[in-house]
């Protein structure tokens, strides 16, 4: 049997790109509707097991740093129109916070982060695949700017960081999964053409809803 689904659309691309630029402009014109933003960095694995210095360990680029399991489940019940509790990631301390939000099912689930393309499995969810594309230099000073102001780090840390970790992984694991995309944006937030574009889209399949349907073996 099918049955129609909410839409769900994937933002990739990497750090600093622009994806919550892309995320916040599609947010703002549906937020009255119905819309919830999920962020693949709030499935961060859970280290709260691990000491501070354990977690500065850890790749945080790599495939394998996430929980996609309890991401896909969470989407599979979205999409199931049930309620979830999304963690909540503490980027100070390297792990999941004790608390939790509860996000309730929505028509438009966005889904944002750098490697969501690269999940087979969470590709195969998506009805709408963007990446976001931006020079390499821009994203490292919007890095900087971010980190320094949002996220408790020394510049040293981040430049460290980006040279031993994020530019390998970024050029790796993140660039590759600009095939799979349907659109890609360069310019990501600034890109207002592309962000019309996606909108419209997003308008047509809300007042066509039939258009979706999933096959109910997505439960199993
Ligand atoms: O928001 P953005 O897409 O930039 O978030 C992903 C980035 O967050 C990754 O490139 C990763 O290096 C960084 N990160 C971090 N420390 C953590 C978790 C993620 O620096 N504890």
Redesign the pocket.
């Known amino acids: 049997m099918k049955l129609s689904k909410p839409l769900i659309i994937g933002i990739a691309g990497g750090?600093?790109s622009g994806?919550?630029s892309v995320t916040n402009s599609i947010y703002e014109v549906f937020k009255e509707h119905s819309v919830v933003v999920i962020e693949q960095?709030f499935y961060?694995k859970d280290q709260s097991h691990l000491d501070f210095e354990e977690?500065l360990l850890?790749n945080?680029?790599h495939p394998l740093a996430f929980d996609n399991k309890l991401l896909i489940s969470h989407l599979r019940k979205l999409l199931v129109r049930q309620s979830v509790e999304k963690p909540i990631?503490d980027?100070t301390l390297?792990t999941r916070s004790e608390k939790s939000v509860l996000i309730e099912p929505k028509d438009v689930i966005i889904l944002e982060?750098?490697l969501v393309l690269e999940d087979e499995a969470l590709r195969n969810l998506m009805d709408i695949k963007l990446f976001v594309d931006t020079d390499a230099d821009l994203r490292i000073i919007r890095?900087i700017l971010?980190?320094i102001n949002e996220?408790g780090?020394s510049i040293e840390s981040v430049v460290e960081?980006y040279l031993s970790?994020?530019r390998p992984m970024h050029n790796q694991f993140i660039e590759p999964t600009k095939r799979y995309a349907d659109i890609i944006i360069p310019e990501g937030g600034h890109n207002e053409v592309a962000i019309d574009l996606m909108v419209t889209k997003i308008k047509t399949i809300l007042e066509n809803g039939t258009e979706l349907y999933y096959d109910d073996d997505i439960n199993q």
């Open positions: 750090s600093g994806k919550t960095d961060y977690r850890t945080y680029d990631y980027y390297h982060g750098i890095r971010r980190d996220r780090r960081q970790v994020v």
